[in-house]
């Protein structure tokens, strides 16, 4: 049977974003597969160098509409450690509290994803159910059901209230037993079982050497994780764990998501509980001094590095952005390879894959039929004699 | 290469390539020779357990385009090789072959600022669009969109 | 309104086609916001199955193409050809501020920054991203706009109205309808 | 079937196309009611499925380039016949008018061009998402089509008899064959939904891998009618499994006044067939998609070897009890 090219997205049903896969597929296998992201590349990076410091964080922020708080809060963080600037305890707090309930809702949202990856839309529903109850919880700390905009440059826009807090903590414990409802129906049921088990596996050896990030690499017992690896905020004050999978599968990665569910959902309430009093900003000057600086944060989908340079103005003279996706294409294209085409929707899902972060700025086009060798290029991972190769309508 | 890795190993392991300087608590600095970088990723690979790469950073300081490779390892420290390349000849050795994720770091690059990277196994010609025009590199400092010139998308009055 | 002279089966396909809008959405290269928000209003919460709502993947079998986000470079050309796809009678929803005028975005490089630049669009909707709310909303009023095409005749009354002036644009905000 | 006023009426009003087609656009409602109510939401009102296929019909055509338009336009045409055909010889009130010695392999011959035109449909327009779905429906057909048919052959050979009637008396007169068969009931249950292509066999049209499958190049006319086909051959499906496993639309007993009977055998079909629905609605929303690897080997494996072993019991079983 001759190989079968067949075009994935950039509109695509299991693609809530676009990019483009061309699979190279032998029947019903997998044998090669080509990447063009970049659909949404919009020249952020450029934008930011010609924007001041307050206009950047709004636009940051629409990096990417699932991880937008992490985009801003690392630049923040970036920008406020270039001023010197000691943020006061309780904007900390809030941060820290707007972050792992974005890390709530985006993990709820794989989870949803996931399912419906695989068909199971019933799934799907629920837990994007449970999901609206933390969208509700940001909405009334920030205003807003996506983009926050609860940063500034020295600390955090606006304050909790006591109503809000009684609030948030009131939505906890229902979805705390809806998070180990679904901890008890991954590891039970059995299409879910079937479809996660053994897809997609990778080794420790071979995370590492991928360049896997976050709950992906997490999952393959590569035990990164920025918030104990670089303390940021309060993640070196309060009581956590790193949740870490030796399975290496679609299901480990679930597992792991699931278990940073019921991670993040401690860290809100220990913040709720212990949140400090005092004022929540601190006055930041309009110009950063001349330094740069690495930022990284530890995403809903893996470990953000913003590298940002500045010069003595109220610019920054460079932001270079390294999203979590981006780490994990390498990764991905390995694990699809013998594959069917059954399992790539749930493989590429099981990244979280952000491509509108990634998209920002990157372009990855596989020289069509080019006899480029193997794994390093991370596009193109087992050779094959030039298949019938038609142009992307 | 038993025992932990300490900052004092770092800087002497890679004393040959030149100084490494203390930016953060947790993080080296050193200025390297472009044509050292091979030897110098490979010498933090075998002897000081860099075995990630966090990103491959670039910034355009005018005469010079500066390229900064983030090497990290288990022991959490990080090691930033930096490296200035001439604007007039931007080329440098691909380091995909000792870190395989900088593949799609290098051709990110090539892509944004028209460095290129020799022995890159896929680096063709990369482009934002595929109507992007040649030669024109838009996160360099003195690049701006030129209105006469059509960058993709769709043209006026057809499909 | 009064519906001039229609037959059974015009009138029956008109009721059906006002109680089953099917839906595709495009991400034109958006920051997934409004993706999320439009993926919300299929859940519980909102669940626009009630009004016949259905999303689809093949553009073939849509209705209403939803597009959210300004329009990328890359994807014009892809938008346009999604657009080409959906079989007569089609609606376009622009979703959030990107759409309309390029929002945050405006003046980067590397986009065509509003979507009626690739293709017509019947409705725009506000918001960065709109609430779930706003997005039924907005297909609410893209049924009704059907409604009233379907009363003149077509869609071309809104363009003789434009060219003659009496209107700045061929869309109205989602809430006007 | 001696007055063709009366054949004409059966076949265009009751129980053929008219009651046919409103009671299928029911079940879809019903299906879709069901999946959503299980998944916490409000479900598509009652009229949805008629608006559905209404605006459908209404909608542009569009021809695949390069495909043969006029066999693109008679397949739809001819599953829908056919499926159609397949209904007029399932009892609906006590039996069909059409019964004949036989019929339940028609039927089951009737009921599996669905799949193969599916896989025409998608072959012919060429589109690289229609032509593997297409390949995988053609695929899903032989893995369940052998087990579906040993499942519905149990009770033929048990009853003694190929017409779906005699089995519908043979269960008047005795028990309903599920409690006797209950493997085979299972195994039905099961093919019919694989049949249909519903979850979790909807590998052929599985929308975030290959859009929609064959479905991907269906517009106006040509989509509404394939719709109009798996709505029908639900209810035909359903109604069959409910007249061979749950005794089919007939008392144990006879009324006294002779027109109550067809009237209770009206209200049996509904309930016994409105009963296999829930179960298949059930299924479809309990479960997720599986690979069509997985499904060849649960297929194979499991649900022919219980077929296999459902068809041995019966045979012992009528070795050892001969049926008067």
Known sequence: MPDVVIPIGPHHPALKEPVNFRIIADGEKIVRLELNLSYNHRGIEKAAEQRNFTRVLPLLERVCGICSHSHATAFAKGVEEIMGLEIPPRARYIRTIIAELERMHSHLLWLGVAAHEIGFDTLFMWVWRDREAVMDTLEEMSGNRVHYNMNEIGGVRCDLTPGQIEAALSRLPPLEERIKKYLDMVSSHETLLIRFRGVGRMTREEALQYGA??????????????????????????????????????????????????????????????????????????????????????????????????????????????????????????????????????IVAAIDPCLSCTSRMVVVNKERGSGAAAAPCGCIVRQRPAARDRRET | MTGAVTPEMVVEQMKQFGTAARVRNDRFSMQIAPDRLHDAVRTAQALLRFDRLLTISTADTGENFELLYHLIGPHRIILSLSLLLPRGQPSIPTISDLLPPAAIYERQIHDLFGIRFDGHPGLSRLMLNEDWPENEYPLRKDWKPDPGRFYGGIKEGGS | MAVPDMGISRRLVNWARQKSPWISVFNSGACNACDIEIIACLMPLFDVERFGILAKGSPRHADILIVTGHVSLKQASRLRRVFEQIPEPKYVIAVGACGASGGVFHGLYHMVERVDSVIPVDIYVAGCPPRPDEIINAVVACLNLMQEDTARGGKEWRQKKQEAGMNSGTARPAGAA | MSDPLQTLAEIFIFPGFLFLVAFALFMAFLDRKIAARMQQRIGPPLFQPLADVVKMLGKEVIDPDGADIRLYDIIPLIAFAAVMTAFLYIPVTGYSPFAFTGDLVVVLYLLAIPAPSLFLLGWLSRNIFSTVGGIRAITQLFIYEVPFFLALLSPAIMAGSWSISAIVSWQQQNLWFIFFQPIGFIVALVGLQA????????????????????????????????????????????????????????????????????????????AKTLAVLMLLSSIRVATGRIRIDQLTDIGWKYIAGAAVVQVGIVLVINWLWVVP
């Open chain 1, 213 to 346: 990030v976050g709950p992906t690499a997490r999952a393959s017992g590569v035990d990164y994780d920025a918030r104990r690896d670089d303390p940021y905020l309060v993640y070196g004050e309060i009581p956590w764990n790193v949740v870490t999978d030796t399975s290496g599968d679609v299901y480990g990665r679930t597992r792991v998501r699931i278990g940073e569910l019921w991670e993040s959902s401690q860290i809100v309430r220990y913040c709720l509980e212990h949140l400090p009093e005092g004022p929540i900003r601190a006055d930041a000057p309009k110009n950063a001094p001349k330094g740069e600086i690495l930022s990284r944060y530890e995403a809903p989908r893996g470990e953000l590095v913003h590298f940002i340079r500045t010069n003595g103005t109220d610019k920054a003279e460079r932001l270079d952005i390294r999203t979590p996706t981006l780490a994990n294409w390498t990764s991905v294209a390995k694990c699809l390879v013998g594959h069917s085409i059954a399992d790539i929707p749930v």
């Open chain 4, 195 to 270: 049949k249909l292509e519903r979850a979790p066999f909807d590998i052929p049209e599985a929308e975030t891998e290959i859009i929609a499958g064959p479905w991907t190049e269906l517009t106006g006319r040509r989509l509404a009618l394939m719709n109009l086909t798996f709505s029908i051959a639900l209810v035909a499906g359903s109604a069959l499994i409910a007249a061979l496993f749950l005794g089919g639309p007939v008392l144990p007993w006879t009324l006294a006044p002779a027109w109550l009977n067809p009237v209770a055998g009206m209200g049996l079909f509904l």
